[in-house]
């Protein structure tokens, strides 16, 4: 398990929350790839049509997930591909850099993959002195400036075009200041073609893997993955184990479903399958393929029936894209690598819920989430899910860290909550007391927070019940 | 250390699995959609161009005089081809009689580790397109020992040249009808259009990485 440093998620969203230009530069692009969603999916019956042929085909994998992965890995050694098996992040960059080492390689082209993220692959190889290189446009402006991506899809889109003017400016020698972004592309575009020219090694993420036929399938629209993994003679891939699908026929709705929520396309400029290394006669790709299966908690939460739909994620970030709190904060203020909805039930999971369970509380349970996800998991839930664990201790719960947030104050307040509500006496006087006295909210500890900005309730002369018990209800 | 582990994690998947019910009936696919072969050749068209693909209708006799025009329009110098292709002897032919034309025609004959260089420097790559998806507007390249797999990532400019009889109205047409799980080969790649980028303020760019160009050829009998 990756050691991140403990993060304070208050004083991040606190700073995001005073970042303008933060919150403007999401806003906007959050804006954009909402709408273009909706106009990929025009018709509301068709794409609930789509989202549960993608739920299902999903379920179907996870039904038979180990099957699945054993004939996935024949498949896979029969077209001359390498597989690894990697239980922690931790084990699956030393992979990488053993085969690194077995090539005396001291480069590699990256492109884009959130398991290598999670793995903070780029940083272990940095310290062992290994130069990894971000190739995606987005994650190579990120790199230069030293961050991390701050939304699965879109990973620089906090900057914006002047920003990134000032990076390239500042960090790529000899590089004149310009703001046009055809000129800023270009930019990128010569110094990555050296880099393919020359890399040893490509690595790569993995969208889906086919199981019938030892596929690897990639989409992407920069062409910075084709080169990743045609150029190098190795290529090495990366994959979470619930990324494994059933047949090649499952594949077209899938397809459809995340480039459709992902970035509004009916389908990307590449849809790249790669099934075997390069054969005998043939001119070009790697003579060397691996493919890195990654668990790294995936199988704890499969053990659970309920956290098992986690797995059915295909990372197309529209989750984030409509959260009102990510819209808000923007994607580093969460501190791990799955920002947003998805990484509140994510990373409490992977990580624990002692280092990450406070994710879980940046939710207003809009549902949003739940209504775009292409493979309907039921994001809300799981965050009660965790909430509920958070203060949980019952030895049975299978979550990591469960009843850390348990405390006495707590308990009793519910405890006494509890009285208030199972007897009518207690509850009756109660308001009775408080609606004569007026008494308002205390301005202490987390009523304190509550209230900085938000109008304190004020507690009405009658109650509800009074008002029903005197006026009876109107039916209409 | 990989064999203990994946000991390990199999264990778990298999424990747990064991305590799961299969799903019920999947529900129904995609919908099946049925396009005469003039509007397969209309929505291709249509949906490349509007990603910035230039799309020709050629006649199967004489496309190669419509591909000299737009490789004079573009000032293309070099043209890697694959000589063992159908396509490859057609050029061939033409540019042995061609004159005129300061047109440089290299194959793809050696190995890419002794021809790296040659691949990223020269102007247009051309190669066949296997079939093309009329639903949503791709050609499906299919990379072989004939024909090398860079050729149509690497160069700026990639034409294809596509049968107009081998339009597939889906994706899951072309699978079904071309029996990949059978066939599949190395590599196959789906092409909507040129390289494109919109990581910078979701503002749209062209050439990233691939090709800036990609012209299509769409042979018609």
Known sequence: MTIHQQVDFDDNVSRALNDSQLIKNTKAAMGTLVAKRKAIFPDETEIEQLRTLGNALKQKALSKLPQLLEQLEEKCIQNGIKVHWAETTSEANHQVLDIMRSHGATSLVKGKSMVSEEMELNAFLQKNGIEALETDLGEFIIQLNHEKPTHIIVPAIHKNKDQISKIFHEKIPNTPYTEDVAELTAIARKILRKKFNEAEIGLSGVNFAVAETGTLCLVENEGNGRMCTTVPGVHIALMGLEKVVEKLEDLPPLLRLLTGSATGQLITTYVNMITTARKQGEKDGPKEVHLIILDNGRSQIFADPDRRQTLQCIRCGTCLSHCPVYNRIGGHAYGYTYPGPIGKILNPQVEGLKAAGVLATASSLCNSCEEVCPVKIQIPDLIRRIRNESYSKDPASTMEGHGYKRNLLETLTWKVWEKINTYPVINAVGLKILSVLGIKLPQIGPLKNWTRYRATPELAPKSLHELVKHHGVDHE | ?221
């Open chain 2, 1 to 221: 250390m990989s064999e203990g582990s994946r000991e390990r994690i199999f264990s778990r998947l298999h424990a747990a699995s064991r305590q799961t019910s299969t799903p019920d009936s999947q529900p129904p696919g995609l919908p099946i959609l049925e396009y005469s072969r003039k509007e397969k050749i209309e929505k291709l068209k249509t949906l490349m161009e509007a990603m910035r693909t230039e799309v020709y209708i050629c006649s199967v006799k004489n496309w190669e005089n419509n591909l000299a025009e737009i490789l004079r329009q573009r000032n293309v110098k070099s043209l890697l081809y694959a000589p063992q292709t159908d396509i490859g002897q057609a050029l061939e032919n033409y540019w042995e009689n061609a004159s005129g034309q300061a047109l440089q025609l290299i194959p793809y004959e050696n190995d890419i580790e002794q021809f790296k260089e040659t691949v990223f420097n020269v102007d247009a790559g051309i190669t066949s397109a296997a079939g093309a998806i009329a639903e949503t507007g791709a050609l499906i390249l299919w990379p072989s020992e004939k024909e090398p797999r860079l050729m149509s990532i690497v160069p700026s400019i990639h034409i294809a040249v596509l049968k107009a009889d081998t339009i597939h109205n889906t994706l899951l047409d072309a699978m079904q009808k071309e029996n990949w799980p059978e066939r599949i080969p190395t590599n196959i790649v789906l092409v909507s259009g040129p390289s494109k980028t919109a990581d910078i303020e979701m503002t749209l760019a062209f050439g990233v990485h691939g090709p800036k160009a990609l012209i299509v050829l769409i042979l018609e009998d």
